[in-house]
T-cell receptor, first 115, second 117 residues
Framework: DGGITQSPKYLFRKEGQNVTLSCEQN?????MYWYRQDPGQGLRLIYYSQIVNDFQKGDIAEGYSVSREKKESFPLTVTSAQKNPTAFYLC??????????????FGNGTRLTVT | AQTVTQSQPEMSVQEAETVTLSCTYDTSESDYYLFWYKQPPSRQMILVIR??????QNATENRFSVNFQKAAKSFSLKISDSQLGDAAMYFCAYRSYSGGSNYKLTFGKGTLLTVNP
């Protein structure tokens, strides 16, 4: 079955360490997105990529970096510069040519805890 | 920039009853799209219903329907015959029509719905 896989489900890191969250999709979607979810804050867009080798900053990109070397993969690195990295991270994708009202497909998320 | 406001952090409903979740948004655009997403305890985001702003008819999906009031910039979700499986966090989301493939969703902060047996 097609879908979006985020791994791991739970991730623990020490403060000051960079950490990379994985997001893989087999939906043949062109566009991929990273959202951060905090309690009481809803979802906020970190980065998005519409095609391979291209990506744009979202609303809260500071302290994060991404790459898009393959269509299927859009890893997110949480750097030590991110002041409050503990959060739930959701990856999403959308196919090219889909109608404007078509929804995003979401992964199951990664819960990152930094201590 | 667009903003989405969900004024009810928590709501509860008795099983089989009806509940309405509120959502308002701020935009200067005339064409846009609105969505309701559900996030159950598994944390998987699931699309519940969507509405195009240019359509006057309110969207309906089985027990879920919306009351879209464009002039008031209001987009409420009504859940009829509530079931235990409807218990979840519900997010209202806005997407601009302009921007082409820059598919950026702006989310509200969510409403946590509890369904009581």
């Amino acid at each position: 079955d097609g879908g979006i896989t985020q791994s791991p489900k739970y991730l623990f890191r020490k403060e000051g360490q960079n950490v990379t969250l994985s997001c893989e999709q087999n939906l043949n979607h062109d566009a991929m997105y990273w959202y951060r979810q905090d309690p009481g804050q809803g979802l906020r867009l970190i980065y998005y990529s519409q095609i391979v080798n291209d990506f744009q900053k979202g609303d809260i990109a500071e302290g994060y970096s991404v790459s898009r070397e393959k269509k299927e993969s859009f890893p997110l690195t949480v750097t030590s510069a991110q002041k409050n990295p503990t959060a739930f991270y959701l990856c999403a994708s959308r196919g090219k040519g889909q109608s404007y009202n078509s929804p995003l497909h979401f992964g199951n998320g990664t819960r990152l805890t930094v201590t | 920039a667009q903003t989405v406001t969900q004024s009810q952090p928590e709501m509860s409903v008795q099983e089989a009853e009806t509940v309405t979740l509120s959502c308002t948004y701020d935009t200067s655009e005339s064409d846009y799209y609105l969505f309701w997403y559900k996030q159950p305890p598994s944390r998987q985001m699931i699309l519940v219903i969507r509405q195009e702003a240019y359509k006057q008819q309110n969207a309906t999906e089985n027990r879920f329907s919306v009351n879209f009031q464009k002039a008031a910039k209001s987009f409420s979700l009504k859940i009829s015959d509530s079931q235990l499986g409807d218990a979840a966090m519900y997010f209202c989301a806005y997407r601009s029509y302009s921007g082409g493939s820059n598919y950026k969703l702006t989310f509200g902060k969510g409403t946590l719905l509890t369904v009581n047996p």
